[in-house]
């Protein structure tokens, strides 16, 4: 069956060091995006891909980077993480064609201490 | 730009109650709308979802919403909760088309009570 998989589950860093998360899918969709949740904010958009070498930042993209070299994978980088960074984050994907929504991750939660 | 406002942070319910779940939207055209159930510790699962035609939608685990164009709402109603419905739910908005990204509201968390 077709998923999408984030690793690590939970990761805690310092302060300053370079992190980054996974995600990985096998649906063949070309979207592809990732959220942060924090208490009160809901989910909000850090970057997202519409395929291969395209990227954009979303709303809250200061501090964190993608890239897309391939359909399946987009990893999200936090050049020097802050305490601020410490969230749970959700990769997601949706299908370029008939639009119905996204297929999200199970979540990787980071800890910046 | 599009904006999603879920006014219920935390709504109680007594199991085998009805409960609706309010979710405002603002958007310019005809927007794609959604309602996805997170449990704790989970992914988002799609509940159900709305892009034209009859405005009350069936979802699953014996969910529908309704889309009121006049009132810019997409409200969530179950006509009686299960415990197994505790979870936080999240309302989100977007434009459709080949490349389009969702707008999440804040989410309201619902506890059910034996």
């Known amino acids: 069956d077709a998923e999408i998989t984030q690793s690590p589950r939970h990761k805690i860093t310092e302060t300053g060091r370079q992190v980054t998360l996974a995600c990985h899918q096998t649906?063949?969709?070309?979207?592809m995006f990732w959220y942060r949740q924090d208490l009160g904010h809901g989910l909000r958009l850090i970057h997202y891909?519409?395929?291969?070498?395209?990227?954009n930042k979303g709303e809250v993209s200061d501090g964190y980077s993608v890239s897309r070299s391939n359909t399946e994978d987009l990893p999200l980088t936090l050049e020097s993480a802050a305490s601020s960074q410490t969230s749970v984050y959700f990769c997601?994907?949706?299908?370029?064609?008939?639009?119905?929504?996204?297929?999200f991750g199970s979540g990787t939660r980071l800890t910046v201490v | 730009a599009q904006s999603v406002t879920q006014p219920d942070i935390h709504i109680t319910v007594s199991e085998g109650a009805s409960l609706e779940l309010r979710c405002n939207y603002s958007?310019?055209?005809?927007?794609?709308l959604f309602w996805y159930v997170q449990s704790p510790g989970q992914g988002l699962q799609l509940l159900l979802k709305?892009?034209?035609?009859?405005?009350l939608v069936q979802g699953i685990k014996g969910f529908e919403a309704e889309f009121k164009r006049s009132q810019s709402s997409f409200n969530l109603r179950k006509p009686s909760v299960h415990w197994s419905d505790a979870a936080e739910y999240f309302c989100?908005?977007?434009?459709?088309?080949?490349?389009?990204?969702?707008?999440f509201g804040t989410g309201t968390r619902l506890q059910v009570t034996l």
């Open positions: 997601a994907s949706s299908d370029s064609v008939g639009f119905s929504g996204y297929t």
């Open positions: 649906w063949n969709h070309n979207n």
């Open positions: 891909s519409y395929g291969v070498q395209d990227t």
């Open positions: 958007y310019g055209a005809t927007p794609y």
């Open positions: 709305y892009f034209s035609g009859d405005t």
């Open positions: 989100a908005v977007g434009a459709g088309g080949t490349a389009s990204k969702l707008t």
